[in-house]
């Protein structure tokens, strides 16, 4: 079983920018996919950004320009700029394959001056 652990979050103004990442244990496989989903208070969880073992790109029209996925075999990392306050809530880090979907526990991302 695969395991993500995220880091990285926190307060931030508006304007500014974090990097979050998150790491995986156990066997991974490919093809996989990791990416990042972020919860706000009284909303649904929703996609920000994927990329695939390949290298395939997907962005959330809102981050589109102002956030950048990359990844290595294990890794994954969010570049967050000119962070809005909208885009404040829990990210999650999701690795999944055919045999595995796992989720890491969170971490708090807040934009507010």
């Known amino acids: 079983q695969v395991q993500v652990v995220e880091s990285g979050g926190g307060l931030v103004q508006p304007g500014g920018s974090l990097r979050l990442s998150c790491a995986a244990s156990?066997?991974?496989?490919?093809?996989?996919?990791m990416g990042w989903y972020r919860q706000a208070p009284g909303k649904e969880r929703e996609v920000v950004a994927t990329?695939?073992?390949?290298?395939t790109t997907n962005y959330e029209d809102s981050v589109k320009g102002r956030f950048t996925i990359s990844r290595d075999s294990r890794t994954v990392s969010l570049q967050m700029n000119s962070l809005k306050p909208d885009d404040t809530a829990v990210y999650y880090c999701?690795?999944?394959?055919?045999?595995?979907?796992?989720w890491g526990q969170g971490t708090q991302v807040t934009v507010s001056s």
């Open positions: 990329i695939s073992s390949v290298g």
């Open positions: 999701n690795y999944r394959n055919t045999w595995n979907n796992s």
């Open positions: 156990g066997t991974i496989f490919s093809p996989n996919t």
